[in-house]
Structures are given as structure tokens and as C-alpha cells.
């Protein structure tokens, strides 16, 4: 009988370990949430027009400390506007950093100007200031730097030499909301700073971005463009190729909710993060986010990094991960290296990327599941060969 129990709690443990799989991430989706959009649902106003949306920008312009913010469709959209807004043209340069998520540079091909990826540097994982200055030609116009992964880029050294070469600064802080360089919100210290309300972000509309700015001028230019172009005043006469970039109103509802938990978020992101500090700091092979003085990260992903790794070996990580009931994202491609774009030189980025992945850092994730992620990640390298233990 008991061997008979044992067993069964045996197959139940097992169907258990199983069932579970704990995703990368998870949008966090509560009362205030619901309340919100089901009042946008009901108000009648289910497009771009509504009290939310206003509600949503005005928030998010004073949460992130700048005089103006526009919702848009989504964090791509918002780099396409914040682009033209700066003036980027055909035949101009824009100085991206080589590890990033495709849209930073695909927002640049839609202008018409040419994408200047370089390198990164291995403490941030951040575009390096040094780089950028190699790279600056006489077309160059704009930089954009991505504060990837949650962790802020070196804002001091970037807005330098933007001053020095005259150049415009379009931070692509769509991965960092509420993420702050000496005391103040990254997307406020560019010219333009853009955001990402994508499902996996750090606040959701479902899809959705914004534009930040302080300049009014930028501001009109990229709310003209966002509308199709047309004259406000003149109802049909359009004095550009505008585009439809909008947010909807029930978009603006879950996304303006999100904003207004953020501290609930980040605090919960900065607890896991601990956590798994607390797990694998004795792990040699295994070197978890750094952080640069004055800009500590968000966390929007936990990221690993383990020396030998390439991306046939980082694979098959992965998919060991994956049947051990753990999601994981492979760190991002260097641009250069995508079939669209010039080669670049960027030993930096090209050493990182294979060796990278983002483990599960979602709200409701806890300090038992960290445990068993981590378990999982060494079980794993012990099986394709890259740890001995
Ligand atoms: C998510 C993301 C974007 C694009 O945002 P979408 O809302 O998905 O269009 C741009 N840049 C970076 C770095 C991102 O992670």
C-alpha cells in the first residue's frame, strides 16, 4: 500500500513538475484594470478620441518629469515620429547601438536615413560613448540610445557629445519605464525619449507607445504627423504624409491603470532581481545584469550571461530549459549581423550576444520559483556539457 501511495505521489509530483512552465513574462492585469477599460468600453469612446487618452499622456508626461507626452500605437511608431520630428531625412546618418531590439533600427530604415550600428559596452550592455564618437561623420544627425534590458545607457558621455557634434538625442526607453540617470526618468533627458506598452513591457496598453519631449515644437510636429497630417484647423487640407499612428481609447485605459501600479512593479522586479542574485552569486560560470553608477536597472529582464556559450550551445540550453518547464529568450542578434543591414565591427556585442538569455521576471513570480528556475539553468548545463557539476 504505501509503496503503491508513494508511487502515485511520485506520478503526481511529475504530472505536476509537467503542467508547470513558467513563462518569461506575464502582464499583470487587476481590478483597477478592469474597472478602467470596462468604463472606456461603456463610455462609447472605444477609438482615438476619450477622456483616457488625455488622462494617459498627462500622467505619463508628469510620472516621467517632461512637459509633453503622445500616445501612440505602438514603441515603434513613437521612433518613427520622434525620427521625422528631429528631422531625420534620407542621405542622414543615425548612430544606433549593435545589440538592440530590431524596431531601433527598422524606424531608422523607414526614414530613409542609413542605420550607423556600434558597438556596446560589456558593463551596461549599453551603446558606448567611445564608439559613438568614432563613428560621428559629417552626415551623422541623431543617436539613439537604447537603455536596453531596463539598464539606463550613459547619459552624461551621450548628451556631450550630442552637444559637442550638434546632434539630436532620441532615447529609446522602451524597455526601461521609470528607469532613472542620476535622479532623473530616462525619455526626459534626450530631445525625445520613446516607450514600449507591448504585452511583455513594463507597463502594458496591449499595444501601445509614447513620444516624451519638452520641446513644444517636437511635440506639435510629431501629434501633426501622428494624425494623418492634417491641419488642425482645416478640417481634410493635410500639409504632410502623415501617418495613422494612434492610441485607442481603451488601449489608454489598461495603459494609464498600468501607470498608476508602476511602483508596485518595479519593486517587485527589483525583489526578483535579488532573488536571483541570492541564487546564483556563488555560480561562477553564471554572470547575472551589471549596473552602471548613478542608473540602476529596472530589470525588464533577467539577464544571463555564462562564458562558452554559443549560439548553438545557447540553444540547446534553451530548449533543456524549455522541457524543464522554464521560458527563456535568447539575448538579441547584433543588428549587423541581420541580413537588411551593413556589417559592422563590434567585437563587443558579437562576444555577448551568444552567451546571453532572459529568465522568467514576471509580478506574481516567487522566490520558490526562482529557486527551481535556477536549479533548472544548472541542471541544463550540466547537460549539454558546459558544467561539470
Ligand atoms: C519593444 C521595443 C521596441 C518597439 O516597441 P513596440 O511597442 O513593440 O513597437 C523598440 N525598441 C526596443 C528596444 C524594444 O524593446
Redesign the pocket.
Known sequence: MKTAGGRRDFIQLEIHKLKRFLPVSQPVIGPKEIEYVTDAVKSGWVSSLGRYIEGFEQAFAAYCGTQYALAVS????A?HLALLAVGIKPGDEVIVPDL??V??ANAVAYTGATVVPVDIEAHSLCIDPGAISAAITPRTRAIIP?H?YGQPARMDAILALAAQHNLRVVE?A??ATGAEFNGRKVGSLGDCGIF???GN?IITSG???MLTTNSLELYEHAKLLRDHAMSPVKRYWHTHVGFNYRMTNLQAALGLAQLERIGEFLQSRRQIMQWYRDELENDRECRLNRTIEGAPSVCWMVCVEIDGLTYETRDSLLRELKAGGVDSRPYFYPVSDLPMYERADTPVAHEISPKGLNLPSYFDLTRADVTYICDALRAALVTIGLSRR
Not at 74 to 77: A, E, F, L, Q, S
Open positions: 505602438n514603441g515603434t511608431t521612433l538592440t531590439f524596431a531601433t537604447v536596453l529609446d522602451a524597455e514600449s506598452f507591448y513591457k499595444e501601445g507607445g
